[in-house]
């Protein structure tokens, strides 16, 4: 699970960024660094602005996924433990975390304890509360973000594997509620505001979902299948279609304001060959709109606000490439760590969901 990984404590400055503080009203993206056990903080032009180490006394955490709140002020980010404790070098596990960070100081805020080996893997949140998902125990966690307050446990079914969550758009004729993607056995999950499951089954392992902010429909990435899987959700149909000639395998998935396309990263599986590209296909059908070179095994996507520019971390030379929609090219390409995963994005607006 590498490529897509994985009681409360709080104070001040549990740990400190090794860079001079992000300003107020930050403009930019926050990086889950996975190898290094920290997040980066990219400007809006692509710079490396800072770096914070999430590492504890009890070892060094695999960062996996971020999302800034709204607000644009605070980044919450999954945390899945190390193995081992630092002081002993014993082989016991200590609980995975969700770790609240203030932007403008870098600086940790709280740390939310979780089962151990719950194996947390994404997270989203309305500034409030944060629904995370337990890629091991086969739970989505609804955490309270002021008391670290597990709020509930939501159920999925034996060997689910939930790994990508997205909230439903508040259009979703289906209401309001969550989607999930089942990477173990290939599935989807619509959780309303209670956990009540609705479920469909995918042909491929399911990475993670996007949800077109018109409402009309979910897409969701099939890495072992390198296809995409399309759920109506006027209909509560599901179709699957290939991504274009060549792909490897896509990991993550973002919609453009507009509902008519999506932007996927074709990572590539697990020791296979690695993908390079970024496709952005149009949402209905899948057909191929453009596709632009990036570096090594892309894996977290994110789409600015306008539209006009694609954000991605690929794994592989670490770096975060930022795409210009209208010229199709590659403006920046900032090295921020080893093994970039998840990304978040703000703006003077707020933070994209």
Known sequence: MWLFLLACTSGPNDSVGDSAATPAGFDGAVIAVQGDSALGFLGADGTLVGTLDLATEAGSWMVHNVQITPDGQTVVATAMAPMATMDTGSAAVVPDELVMVDIATESV??????TTGAGVAHVVTDGVTA???????????????????????????????????RRAAPDDPLGDGFYVAGMADGSLHRLDMNGNDTAWDLPGAAVQVAVLPDGSAVLVTLLDTVQIA??????????????PEGAA????IYPSPDSRSVWVADQGPAGGIA????????????AGLARVVVNDAPHGVVVSRDGQTVWTTTLTLGTVDRVDVGSLSVVSSTMVGNAPNGISLSDVDGARP
């Open 275 to 286: 993908g390079h590209e970024l496709f952005q296909l149009e949402a209905a059908t899948g």
């Open 230 to 243: 399309w759920l109506d959700t006027a209909t509560g149909t599901v179709a699957a279609y290939n991504l």
């Open 109 to 114: 805020v709280r740390r939310c304890e979780f």
């Open 249 to 252: 395998g896509p990991a993550q």
């Open 131 to 165: 629904w995370v998902t337990g890629y091991n125990v086969n739970l989505v966690y609804v955490v309270d973000l002021g008391t670290c307050g597990i709020a509930g446990e939501w159920p999925l079914p034996a060997g689910t594997g939930p790994h990508g969550i």
